[in-house]
């Protein structure tokens, strides 16, 4: 009586929560190939784990530091004299008007925080990190 491999395909669910990191990995245990090693019978082989690591794209507009979003944004010095106002549109969707406070003189590259404008916090509902926008001025 011989023994042989059996491949089959399996669908396997992955709960990928908001806010997962970069990097980050999950465990599917016990759905990965049966490892047959000598003195074994391919009955008796332990099946092995399926292991799915999470790689977060990268984004045209923003970039990523933990749950904070970054954005940077040219200015004309006439802007950063004397104020702007800009809309911006969120991964969401949702759009924003982010602008300047009257007599605010902005350096270059200063960076302005907009709390909770960031991703979810991952496995903490309802805690969001933070929007930050670097201004950098160009120079007529």
């Known amino acids: ?3 042989k491999v059996v491949e089959k395909e ?3 669910k992955v709960n990928l929560l908001k806010g997962t990191p970069h990097g980050s990995n999950q465990v599917i245990a016990d759905e990965g190939d049966q490892v047959v090693s000598f003195g074994v ?3 008796d082989a332990l099946p092995g784990d399926v292991v799915v690591l999470f790689n977060v794209k ?14 940077k944004k040219k200015i004309s010095l006439t ?10 549109t969120h991964l969401d ?5 982010v602008q300047t406070h009257p007599g605010e003189v902005l350096a270059d590259k200063c ?3 907009i709390k909770g404008l960031g991703l979810p916090q991952h496995k903490r509902d309802g805690h969001f990190g ?6 950098s001025i160009v120079m007529p």
Request: hydrophobic share 45%.
């Open 130 to 135: 933070d929007l930050v926008i670097e201004f």
């Open 111 to 113: 960076k302005r925080t």
């Open 10 to 12: 399996v669908k396997l």
């Open 1 to 3: 009586q011989s023994e």
């Open 79 to 88: 802007e950063a004299l004397t104020g702007f106002w800009f809309s911006l």
């Open 41 to 43: 019978k391919a009955a």
């Open 93 to 97: 969707l949702k759009g924003y008007r």
């Open 58 to 71: 990268p984004h045209d507009v923003f970039t990523v530091q933990k749950a904070d979003l970054h954005l």
